[in-house]
């Protein structure tokens, strides 16, 4: 469980998104989440921002419709965040 | 206090919920605010939401459709309902409203941006009167427009009045002009805002994304500006400033350093506190009682008002003063008594954590101003503060001092035939000194500084004066204070010279230090120089008066010695006395040797 809390992108989703906190990552996607709306992606583009005080390329706001591509995004920036067993259940 | 450091949209959303579940009498009045926009304020309206709960109020904040402003004002469901609408508010920017001026050479510049831009003003006008049809008398908050952060070739924009900058300048001093002469509208000065919240309020990305320019740090800074302008519909402002004297508006402490050791100037750090009372005055103008609570004597105090040559504030500006040594509590107390006000209506600042602290847990509705005692802190606190908030300016407010000075006067009639016995209970003694190496260093730097009671204001070196003490029958006389308090050391000056058959004596200077100010110490003074000519056989005495920008004090002394003018030319008198008459001494000064 250490995983989940030490992991501050999954944190900031699950608290974003009041979701339980151990959801499990792979369930956290635009498609699974009902209130990842428009307007959810716009206030979480800026959270994301904030938070990791990074600015997002044009491609990239694309690709940030699940933990997973939000995760891979991220990395490229150079901020890794591991992936633990627990994470994946 | 954390969801306002981090901008954390989810932590501001949970102190929005903790705010809402608080008992409804924390929370201040409800304020139903419409806000109508040329772009995006959805995603960040639980952020704004935040903000004015802060003020505090009960919000209820309805978005108006993006981008159609006067569509909303002529059907708004709130405006002219029972909702009972509190304030609307247009914010408005270039990108939708005048795009014309980011192009202007693909828009037909000159002429055709020009036209655009009289259209804009137009548009304007005739917001404000859709406004005022549709729901008079709901207060209307009309945005200037903001310099974009980005534009290309913003050097060759500056140069062109009907380039981009010039054309915002015109269209946000047509905002103020109607704003000024309408009642019920104001102006949020975004232009303001946005040269202080600087380039890092601005997200281009999600301004393209979804028409939402603003970081999250912006979003925060730009629902904070907007609560501090509505504030004043719910909050009033607070009326009364009562402040500290030492280590707030003059460094240092006038009891113990003196009129020479406070620091108030031009020079670091004095021009702080100079800065301090340009501020304090210009809140009076703006109708905010100033009241000292101070811990000195007043002697001190009031001397520092009249001597200090760069003191902005003035003994008048000041409605009550408690210049004592009470419990600062009691003397707001007692301040906010005589001005028939309430404890809520004080704000109060002083550079002591103690006295602070003090009045926080005895009277807890005055607010605190300062946290700090550092100079330029106070100033901050005195610059940010959101106490004298207001939206426009009455008759009343800019006339509030007086009205409340001529109550004050009355009272203190009362106490002035008491003047002759408190000058009796000093038990002062004139000490006759003649100036002499001893004593030098002293005289000639109440020569060389004295402003006020100096009737020639001549600044003699060190130098000069020994000349004329070399010089026969010269009469050189300082004075020196003792009274109940202790010896107040050398406080007045005379200097006389001789002609040279040593039957006529010229006043060379004449000077009274303005500690020892309406003490009568320059009749004893004067009495012992008339002896000293007497016994030198002097026949006829000549004094002159210059007059300076501040020693209108000494104007009539001769006048009143009996001395005769001879003549006057240019702010200067030229007396005579002859023969020489009998001194009086004051009866309250003993003349010591």
């Known amino acids: 469980m250490s995983a989940v809390k030490d992991n501050p992108l999954h944190r900031l989703l699950v608290e974003f998104f009041e979701l339980p906190a151990n959801t499990r990552s792979e369930d956290i996607s635009q498609q699974l989440l009902a209130k990842w709306d428009s307007l959810a992606m716009v206030q979480l583009i800026t959270e994301l921002e904030r938070r990791f005080s990074i600015e997002f390329d044009v491609d990239e706001i694309n690709r940030l419709r699940s933990y997973a591509e939000i995760r891979e995004v991220l990395s490229r920036k150079g901020l890794v965040f591991e992936d633990s067993a627990t994470l994946r259940g | 206090m954390k969801a306002i450091e981090s901008g954390s949209l989810p932590q501001i959303r949970r102190a929005l919920q903790l705010i809402r579940e608080l008992d409804s009498q924390y929370r201040g009045r409800p304020m139903h605010v419409e806000l109508l926009s040329t772009f995006n304020l959805e995603p960040f309206l639980p952020v704004l939401e935040f903000a004015l709960s802060c003020i505090p109020s009960q919000v209820d904040m309805r978005v108006g ?62 917001l404000v009167s859709l406004h005022q049809r549709f729901s008079a008398g709901v207060p209307l908050f009309i945005s200037t427009f903001s310099i974009p952060v980005y534009s290309a070739n913003s050097i060759l924009a500056a140069q062109q009045s009907a380039g981009l900058f010039g054309s915002i300048a015109l269209v946000n001093r047509h905002i103020y002009d109607v704003a000024s002469r309408t009642d019920g509208v104001y102006v949020l000065d975004l232009a303001f805002w946005a040269a202080l919240a600087g380039k890092d309020y601005a997200d281009v990305t999600l301004d393209f994304l979804a028409r939402q320019p603003l970081s999250a740090h912006g979003q925060l800074e730009f629902a904070f500006f907007l609560a501090r302008n509505l504030r004043p519909l719910v909050v009033p402002r607070r009326k009364v400033l009562a402040l500290d004297l030492d280590n707030t508006i003059w460094g240092g402490i006038i009891g113990e350093d003196g009129v020479d050791g406070v620091v108030l100037g031009h020079d670091f750090p004095g021009n702080i506190y100079l800065r301090i009372q340009r501020e304090l005055l210009e809140l009076r103008h703006q109708g905010v009682l100033l009241v000292i609570i101070s811990k000195n004597n007043e002697a001190d105090a009031r001397q520092a008002f009249e001597c200090l040559p760069d003191m902005i504030l003035k003994w008048e500006d000041f409605v009550v003063r408690k210049i004592n040594w009470n419990h600062k509590y009691e003397n707001l107390r007692a301040a906010a008594r005589e001005l028939g006000l309430g404890l809520d209506s004080f704000v109060f600042i002083d550079d002591s954590h103690y006295e602070c602290e003090q009045m926080r847990q005895f009277l807890p509705e005055v607010l605190i101003l300062n946290e700090s005692s550092d100079a330029l802190q106070l100033l901050r606190a005195i610059w940010e503060t959101d106490a004298f908030d207001s939206l426009a300016l009455s008759d009343e407010d800019r006339r509030r001092h007086q009205d409340y000075t001529v109550r004050e006067a009355r009272s203190v009639q009362a106490h002035h035939g008491d003047l002759q016995s408190f000058l009796q209970s000093l038990e002062m003694e004139a000490i006759i000194e003649r100036v002499e190496f001893s004593n030098l260093e002293r005289v000639v730097t109440l020569v060389g500084k004295t402003n006020q009671f100096n009737l020639t204001t001549r600044r003699h070196s060190r130098t000069q004066v020994q000349a004329m003490l070399e010089s026969p029958g010269t009469i050189a006389l300082a004075l020196r204070l ?6 107040q050391g050398i406080v007045a000056v005379l200097l006389a010279l001789c002609d040279s058959d040593q039957s006529t004596l010229k006043v060379d200077s004449f000077l009274v230090s303005c500690r020892a100010l309406g003490r009568g110490v320059e009749d004893a003074l004067w009495a012992a120089t008339l002896e000293r000519a007497r016994q030198q056989k002097v026949r006829r005495l000549e004094a002159e008066y210059i007059a300076t920008a501040k020693n209108a ?32 001494i004051p009866s309250w000064i003993r003349l010591g040797q």
């Open chain 2, 65 to 126: 459709p993006l981008n159609d402003i006067e569509g909303q004002i002529t059907q708004s469901r709130f405006a002219n309902s029972s909702y009972g609408l509190d304030a609307r508010v247009v914010v408005w920017r270039l990108e939708e409203a005048l795009p014309e001026v980011l192009y202007p050479f693909t828009c037909g510049f000159p002429e055709k941006v020009v036209t655009r831009v009289d259209q804009l003003l137009e548009r304007v006008e005739r």
């Open chain 2, 482 to 487: 003792r009274d109940k308090f202790g010896d």
């Open chain 2, 553 to 584: 004090i000494g104007a009539e002394l001769y006048d009143r010695l009996g001395f005769q003018r001879i003549r006057q030319d240019n702010g200067s008198i030229y007396y005579c006395l002859e023969p020489i008459a009998v001194p009086i």
